[in-house]
Nanobody, 123 residues
Framework: QVQLVESGGGLVQPGGSLRLSCTAS????????MSWYRQFPGKEREWVAG????????KYEDAVKGRFIIDRDNDKNTLYLQMNSLGPDDTAVYFC????????????????WGQGTQVTVSY
């Protein structure tokens, strides 16, 4: 079954860290660049970070630069998002997404989404 499954979300205090995971199955993971998105309540999903097929290139939205790190382990078919120095403004549902094969590694096109994982930053 072709799917992406996120995990690792939860409640964290301001200033804390979380590491999200996105496990892929049913397709050749290293054939696709991948992205993380997030969705604030009542808002559209917004792009957070992207990574190339083999992890050599990464890009971040300005609000998370220096705090978040996107990474992947192709042997484990898993994408990660290490989130540090979290603040209440990072509270959102986080989604991983697959970029279609053959698109540029920083493309905003997507063709497969996970179900999302809630991250709540609060005391």
């Amino acid at each position: 079954q072709v799917q992406l499954v996120e995990s690792g979300g939860g409640l964290v205090q301001p200033g804390g860290s979380l590491r999200l995971s996105c496990t892929a199955s049913g397709f050749p993971f290293n054939s696709h660049a991948m992205s993380w998105y997030r969705q604030f309540p009542g808002k559209e999903r917004e792009w957070v970070a992207g990574i190339s097929n083999y992890g050599g290139l990464a890009k971040y939205e300005d609000a998370v630069k220096g705090r978040f790190i996107i990474d992947r382990d192709n042997d484990k078919n898993t994408l990660y998002l290490q989130m540090n120095s979290l603040g209440p403004d990072d509270t959102a549902v986080y989604f991983c997404a697959r970029i279609p094969h053959g698109r540029g590694w920083d493309s905003k096109e997507t063709d497969l989404w996970g179900q999302g994982t809630q991250v709540t930053v609060s005391y």
